[in-house]
C-alpha cells in the first residue's frame, strides 16, 4: 500500500453509522465560539451522499421556519461529534434533489420496513 492511501486510512472515521439517502439523521457538531465550544444538532433528510475515502460527503435538508436549508458535511470531519440514526426512508433513488421543489406532505418520505 502507498504511502498515500495508508494516511487516508488512518484518518477516516469508523464510529459512524451506516445510513442512506432518504434516512433522517441527527448530526452533532462541534461548535467553537471563542474559548467556548457547544454542540449543535442539525436535524434533517439525507438528500444526498458521496462515497469516498477521506473526500466523502453527505448532503443534509431541513425546513426551518418554512424555509429549506441544506447543509454538506465531510464523513470525516473531526467537527462532527457523532451522527445519529432517527429513521430509514424508503426512496428509489440515490440523490433526492426533487425535494427542493416540494413542501408539506408532498415532501415526506415513506419509512423502510417489511413490505
Known amino acids: 500500500m502507498n504511502i498515500i492511501k495508508k494516511i487516508e486510512m ?32 442539525f436535524q434533517g433528510n439525507v438528500i444526498r451522499v458521496r462515497r469516498g475515502t477521506t473526500n466523502a460527503t453527505f448532503t443534509v435538508r431541513k425546513i426551518s421556519d418554512g424555509v429549506g436549508v ?10 462532527i461529534d457523532h451522527v445519529e440514526l432517527v429513521s430509514q426512508g424508503r426512496v428509489r433513488r440515490s440523490r433526492l434533489y426533487y425535494l427542493r421543489s416540494l413542501k408539506g406532505k408532498a415532501a415526506r418520505i415513506k419509512p423502510r420496513g417489511r413490505y
Do not use: C, W, Y
Open 10 to 41: 488512518d484518518n477516516m472515521r469508523t464510529d459512524i453509522p451506516a445510513f442512506r439517502s432518504g434516512d433522517t439523521v441527527k448530526v452533532h457538531l462541534r461548535i467553537v465560539e471563542g474559548e467556548k465550544e457547544r454542540i449543535q444538532v
Open 70 to 79: 441544506e447543509r454538506i458535511f465531510p464523513l470525516n470531519s473531526p467537527f
